[in-house]
């Protein structure tokens, strides 16, 4: 039976994993995320199974490729943490390219809602039985400007959502897609007219700080930032600074450019010393999620099924259609 070393596995991984599997693949789980250390907890498997935050560098592809491991399934859409030129000729890097537009978009519309409206603080003051509303007002989204940026499978679910709460879209996506009936402006344009602005465009060298303090500069001292994609896409210190100065309404973030070792783990009883994150979760404006905009149980399935679809087209040596080539 082909073995799979499946690193960073938390609970609700399992759950799917080990429903779709169905005891076909041995499934080896481990809590520990995949960095050159750990891979040698590999030996003896075909495949490792990975996630968004895993370390898969040069060093770690070495290892795992002298450990005779043949295939990496990425059980994510995002591939910027694989060193890809390193595992050319080495091994195959399978993905899952979608799972659920659905739940990544739904999360970013939760969050602004949350972000505007003050959700989360009405929350804590009434299970004080603090009633008042003072310092609770939002503003309508209704007629209101929404810049998105990427228009891609999550950004186009997104976009339907804002236009349901009767929001003006604009987009900016140097891939534009033909016929949508998407109005698609220059990024300026974008920053300069937005009352919320949305990331869902990938990690790339080009996309890397697309929220710098040259775009804050641009934005409405109202606009409201949220971020479902990556954490490199907006320069948090940038960001705290523009949050610290009132240059920007708030910022509404599933992602963090410093979230490797924190997101995804309970660090309640450590001592954080990241002094950005510190600093961005006790200001009033922002909300912080734990890279959570994946989690529905229909994102899971679908993770857990194409996953292991993957890795049963690679045994069987049929075409790898969620290939990354290196
Ligand atoms: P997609 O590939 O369907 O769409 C990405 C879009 O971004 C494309 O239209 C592309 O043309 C565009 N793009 C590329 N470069 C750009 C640039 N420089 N400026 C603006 N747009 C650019 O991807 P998707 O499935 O919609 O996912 C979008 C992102 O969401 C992923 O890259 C991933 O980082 C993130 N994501 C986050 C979670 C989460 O749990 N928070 C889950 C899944 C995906």
Request: charged share 25%.
């Amino acid at each position: 039976m082909d073995k799979i070393a499946f690193f960073d596995a938390k609970p609700y991984d399992r759950e799917w994993f080990d429903k779709i599997n169905n005891n076909k693949y041995e499934i080896h789980y481990y809590e520990s995320r995949l960095r050159p250390e750990s891979a040698r907890l590999a030996e003896g498997c075909t495949a490792v199974c990975a996630f968004v935050n895993d370390v898969i560098n040069t060093k770690t592809i070495e290892t795992l490729a002298e450990l005779g491991v043949k295939v990496i399934l990425m059980r994510c859409a995002g591939f910027n943490n694989i060193a890809l030129s390193a595992a050319k000729d080495k091994l195959k890097i399978l993905r899952v390219p979608a799972y659920s537009p659905y739940a990544v978009a739904e999360h970013a519309m939760g969050l602004i809602l949350a972000l505007n409206r003050k959700i989360p603080r009405a929350y804590i003051r009434t299970r004080d039985f603090n009633f008042s509303l003072n310092g609770l007002t939002g503003f309508d989204l209704h007629g209101k400007t929404a810049g998105i940026i990427g228009t891609g499978k999550i950004g186009r679910v997104f976009i339907d959502i804002c236009r349901g709460f009767g929001m003006d879209v604009i987009a900016y996506d140097p891939f534009p897609v033909e016929n949508s009936g998407i109005r698609y402006v220059s990024q300026e344009e974008l920053f300069k007219r937005s009352d919320i602005i949305s990331l869902h465009c990938p990690l790339t060298r080009e996309t890397r700080y697309i929220i710098d303090e040259q775009a804050i500069a641009l934005m409405k001292k109202s606009a409201l930032i949220v971020n479902t994609s990556r954490g490199q896409l907006i320069d948090s210190e940038a960001l705290l600074s523009a949050l610290n100065d009132k240059r920007i309404g708030g910022a509404a973030l599933d992602v963090y450019e410093e979230e490797s070792g924190l997101f995804f783990e309970d660090n309640s009883d450590k001592i954080v010393t990241d002094e950005v994150i510190s600093l961005l979760v006790s200001r009033p404006n922002v909300i912080i999620t734990s890279h959570q905009a994946f989690l529905t149980e229909e994102a899971l399935r679908n993770i857990a099924e194409v996953t292991l679809k993957n890795f049963d087209d690679f045994l069987n040596g049929k075409e790898l259609v969620n290939e990354i080539k290196s």
